[in-house]
């Protein structure tokens, strides 16, 4: 199983940026489908980002055109660039992996291991 360990949250203000990152450690990697999820206060986890071994990329309509993820395979590390940020984007975001290679991450049920969240506040 591999291990997710995600950093780079904070507090910014509407419209500024952030990147997350995750750094995965004890599975191949590359190809591996990665993800992003969020949690807000109250509210259940939900889909924010995913991209494929293939580099492909899936995103929440929500954030679609604001948000974008990449992967660097020689670094071991899955990325979450959020631009134009939102109070509503407040909230625990976890990096997520698919249980097995060649497996793509869309909902909860797909992963099989999760990070160990980093807050992201946005104040408006």
């Known amino acids: 199983q591999v291990q997710l360990v995600e950093s780079g949250g904070g507090l910014v203000q509407a419209g500024d940026s952030l990147r997350l990152s995750c750094v995965v450690s004890?599975?191949?990697?590359?190809?591996?489908?990665m993800g992003w999820f969020r949690q807000a206060p109250g509210k259940d986890r939900e889909f924010v980002a995913a991209?494929?071994?293939?580099?492909?990329?899936d995103y929440a309509d929500s954030v679609k055109g604001r948000f974008t993820i990449s992967r660097d395979n020689a670094k071991n590390t899955v990325y979450l660039q959020m631009n134009s940020l939102k109070p509503e984007d407040t909230a625990v975001y976890y990096c997520?992996?698919?249980?097995?290679?060649?497996?793509?991450?869309?909902?909860?049920?797909?992963?099989?291991?999760w990070g160990q969240g980093t807050q992201v506040t946005v104040s408006s």
């Open positions: 997520a992996a698919a249980p097995k290679p060649f497996r793509l991450v869309r909902t909860s049920s797909d992963v099989g291991s």
């Open positions: 004890g599975g191949t990697f590359n190809w591996y489908g």
């Open positions: 991209i494929a071994w293939s580099n492909s990329g």
